[in-house]
Nanobody, 122 residues
Framework: QVQLIESGGGLVQAGGSLRLSCAAS????????MGWFRQAPGKEREFVSA???????TYSDSVKGRFTISGDNAKNMLYLQMMNLKPEDTAIYYC????????????????WGRGTQVTVSS
């Protein structure tokens, strides 16, 4: 089992940047496919990015070219560097761990953090 805690959210102006962090405890993150998801008010939780055990990165079309996912196995941390933020990026961002293959389906992820709020003002 793994416990996940997100941090790094906040209020930023459009065009700005933030880096989200996800701290894991209980098991090493290298044993999982790791993902970032987000949920805006009134909307379903949506896939943002994933990092496979072999280091393959995937992104949703809406964030490709602006967001970068990375991991530090020595520190057991996952990151999401977000650049050129837009108001439509406003959401609660969640870190998740999946014991299987990379997927955009949130129902396939086994462990979740509580989320961190990102608000982008126009």
């Amino acid at each position: 089992q793994v416990q996940l805690i997100e941090s790094g959210g906040g209020l930023v102006q459009a065009g700005g940047s933030l880096r989200l962090s996800c701290a894991a405890s209980g098991r090493t993150l290298s044993a999982y496919t790791m993902g970032w998801f987000r949920q805006a008010p009134g909307k379903e939780r949506e896939f943002v990015s994933a990092l496979s055990r072999t280091g393959v990165r995937t992104y949703s079309d809406s964030v490709k070219g602006r967001f970068t996912i990375s991991g530090d196995n020595a520190k057991n941390m996952l990151y999401l560097q977000m650049m050129n933020l837009k108001p439509e990026d406003t959401a609660i961002y969640y870190c998740a761990a999946n014991r299987g293959l990379p997927t955009m389906d949130p129902s396939r992820y086994d462990y979740w953090g509580r989320g961190t709020q990102v608000t982008v003002s126009s």
